[in-house]
């Protein structure tokens, strides 16, 4: 897999999704040598289902480990340390890792109980946990959500968990973002397997789940956090880490000029997923009509956006959206499947920051 590839599938059965992803990118013979230490690294900032659009789901993990172990691979953990407020103990617990571990043989490793050492990190001392620098493969498992205090999260501060508690608390004394650029110049980025399933609005602790039914794999952080930019509706620049880090040489924010591999194409899967009361606000102005998943979720994202900017005030029409409009005609529509209305962006499915331009300018 080349630094510039973006590996996209969609579906509903994770687990295969997962090992498909890994299988296009050939992680096997990224790693190599079969008794190299591989470490995964999902996101348990905080003990929830994953299903609140928190955490890394466990069949992302079960996929992961197949592939792996189907590879001939065995020396295979899982670790993360939670946020300082929750316990990863009860975070293994809450997002069903136990039966994964249990099931696999694979151990959990909680980082909040490991000894550290300081790195320098291209002028920032960072203390980062051992157990996570012994690694010699590390596939980060980021859930692709929004943050109240950086507005996204997704690979670059996915990697926060492999540090001690004092050290996120340090953090977060010095803002974010500059710490958050520099620890990605010492801690590992083998591989990237993003959960793109269902997450969070703009809460890094869950709560509004968008449903986008997606996995994605990055072998670049910085690619990936851009990308995400685009999925949920925001410009690289409105978050300050992903170009700090790209300066300090981490990766490459250059989303234009990436390579999108599409391994099937979105299908109208029916949603496990109930809406909140927030994502159904925003929804009152949209008009689906059987729209693919990730469709319907950047318009989600994209109308938050709007919601964000006070955009959304007074609107009466209605944006259509899906594959009941196709060979229909209508004023105005997101995505390929509109193509015959009046205003229609293209796109299949179309991104968030495009769907949040088009509407602003048809709504000015
Ligand atoms: S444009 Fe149509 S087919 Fe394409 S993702 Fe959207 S709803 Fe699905």
Redesign the pocket.
């Known amino acids: 897999m080349n630094r510039k590839d973006i590996i996209i599938i969609h579906g509903t059965d994770y687990k295969e999704m997962a090992k498909m992803v890994m299988d296009r990118a050939d992680v096997a013979g990224d790693i190599g040598d079969l008794n190299k230490k591989i470490a995964l690294k999902p996101n348990l900032v905080v003990a929830r289902d994953p299903s609140s659009g928190a955490t890394t789901h466990k069949e992302l993990l079960a996929g992961a480990i197949e592939y792996l172990q189907e590879h001939g691979f065995k020396n295979i953990t899982i670790m993360e340390g939670s946020w300082v407020g929750d316990n990863t103990q009860s975070a293994f617990t809450a997002a069903g890792y136990r039966q994964i571990s249990t099931k696999y043989n694979v151990p959990l490793v909680d980082l909040q109980r490991d000894s550290y050492t300081e790195y320098e990190a291209k002028g920032m001392e960072i203390a980062i946990c051992d157990k996570a620098m012994e690694v010699d493969y590390m596939i980060n498992m980021p859930v692709l959500k929004g943050h109240c205090q950086t507005t996204i999260t997704c690979a670059l501060k996915n990697n926060k968990g492999v540090m001690p508690n004092r050290e996120k608390r340090r953090f977060h004394t010095m803002g974010l973002h500059k710490p958050i650029a520099h620890l990605n110049t010492v801690c590992r980025n083998d591989f990237i397997l993003v959960d793109n399933i269902c997450g969070d609005l703009d809460f890094e602790e869950g709560g509004n789940p968008v449903v986008m039914n997606r996995v994605l794999g990055f072998k670049d952080p910085v690619l990936c956090d851009s990308y995400v930019c685009d999925c949920m509706g925001y410009k690289v620049d409105d978050i300050p880490y992903i170009r700090m880090a790209e300066k300090l040489g981490v990766g490459s924010t250059d989303t234009e000029h990436a390579n999108f591999i599409y391994i099937n194409?979105?299908?109208?899967a029916k949603s496990k997923f109930r809406m909140t009361h927030r994502v159904q606000n925003l929804a009152k102005f949209a008009d689906p009509k059987?729209?693919?998943s990730?469709?319907?979720g950047s318009l989600i994202y994209a109308l938050d956006r709007l919601s964000d900017a006070g955009k959304l005030r007074g609107k009466k029409n209605l944006v259509c959206?899906?594959?009941g409009?196709?060979g229909e005609t209508g004023e105005i529509g997101?995505?390929?499947?509109?193509c015959g209305f009046k205003k229609s962006l293209k796109?299949?499915?179309?991104k968030a920051i495009d769907i949040v331009n088009f509407l602003e300018e048809e709504w000015k």
Do not use: H, L, W
């Open positions: 194409e979105d299908k109208n059987d729209a693919c990730a469709c319907y959206i899906g594959q409009y196709k997101v995505g390929q499947c509109t796109g299949c499915p179309p």
